[in-house]
């Protein structure tokens, strides 16, 4: 009997167990307790769990297996997120088991997370990886648990043992560098991407993933470095380059930030969030035409915050007593709205103040 004992279970297909009977006992009841989990099984399938559920309490009553019947009862209840009562149903299954069936166990456990009990969790997949502990799953699980509670050390730990069973799985790298962020250990974490990456050089979100960890550390220069090479092989992803322009800005570079920008610009003119950037940088270093072109481009796209950078730069130019140059924008700002009276409005007032 090959039994799949994953979390992962609760929500795909059941886990069936009958075979747990010893099927050359052929007395009526027991068949007849068979018969009537059969029948339950077809209706959990089918996706009618409340249904199933009458049926494998009565199949339990008619003698089928108490660890099946219990256990299936359980992962219908999970179903329609009656979580309290699936837990007792695992539960029975544990106590008719003896506490040797580790499916039940990990699902226990499971719903326990579920419903806030971490502490008993962890205790319960501890159980569970006892009996079976090759489950990367439930290591998995039981690291997410530690989390919970706060317990970095135990979750980096369960993580380490989930590495050692799958070395292939990519994303407990990720996990575990998250765990050494929260405890502010970076270098751990960047030297974990780093062993990744060179043995998963197709991985180059490894690279991206590299820079924010860098950048979350306020190691710019590093950062900024690692979304590069990662650009170097996919040198128009818009995405990355704002990414890249947004941490040149944090490191009090807003000209090479600007630059970026534009390339986004180029690569994507509907990219607008990258015009009013690039204005709100532009306006900042008081590069005022350059701004007002960068949010003009983005309110002929749609984009109405817009607005309020072209309100800035007028504003600007008439504190700087510029109100030539304050008339021709207000101008290009009502050609791009003719139709916003209060902004027309709000113009026509600050000219006549001046």
Not at 14 to 20: H, N, Q
Not at 153 to 177: C, F, N, R, T, V
Not at 301 to 324: F, H, P
Request: glycine share 4%.
């Amino acid at each position: 009997m090959q039994i799949n004992f994953q979390l992962s279970t609760l929500n795909s297909k059941l886990i069936f167990i009958s075979a747990l009977f010893l099927i050359t006992t052929l007395h009526a009841q027991v068949q007849s307790g068979e018969q009537i989990l059969n029948q339950a099984n077809v209706l959990y399938n089918n996706g009618r769990y409340a249904q199933a559920i009458l049926l494998y309490r009565k199949a339990e009553e008619r003698g089928a297996d108490p660890v099946a019947a219990s256990f299936n009862t359980a992962n219908s209840l999970f179903q329609i997120n009656k979580f309290p009562e699936a837990a007792a149903a695992y539960r029975k299954s544990v106590s008719f088991s003896q506490g040797e069936f580790a499916p039940a166990l990990a699902n226990l456990a499971a719903v326990l997370y579920r419903i806030g009990e971490y502490a008993e969790s962890i205790a319960v997949y501890r159980r569970a990886l006892s009996l079976d502990p090759d489950n990367t799953s439930a290591w998995i699980y039981l690291a997410e648990a530690y989390q919970k509670i706060g317990d970095n050390a135990g979750a980096l730990l369960s993580l380490e043992k989930a590495m050692q069973i799958d070395s292939a799985d990519i994303s407990l790298i990720y996990q575990q560098s998250e765990i050494h962020i929260a405890m502010e250990e970076f270098e751990a974490a960047v030297n974990l991407v780093r062993s990744g990456y060179a043995k998963n050089p197709e991985e180059t979100d490894f690279l991206i993933y590299l820079g924010d960890i860098f950048r979350l550390n306020k190691n710019f220069s590093e950062s900024a470095a690692a979304y590069r090479e990662a650009l170097s092989i996919n040198p128009n992803d818009r995405e990355l380059l704002y990414k890249l322009a947004d941490c040149l800005a944090e490191d009090e570079k807003p000209y090479l930030a600007m630059d970026v920008l534009n390339q986004v610009i180029q690569l994507d003119s509907n990219f607008t969030d990258a015009a009013i950037f690039l204005g709100n940088l532009a306006f900042e270093t008081d590069w005022l035409d350059r701004a007002e072109n960068a949010y003009l481009h983005a309110g002929r796209r749609g984009n109405n915050e817009a607005i309020y950078g072209l309100q800035n730069i007028v504003y600007e130019y008439i504190q700087k007593k510029r109100v030539s140059e304050a008339r021709q924008a207000i101008r290009r700002i009502l050609d791009l709205y003719p139709n916003n009276a209060e902004l027309r409005a709000e113009f026509n007032s600050l000219l006549e103040n001046e």
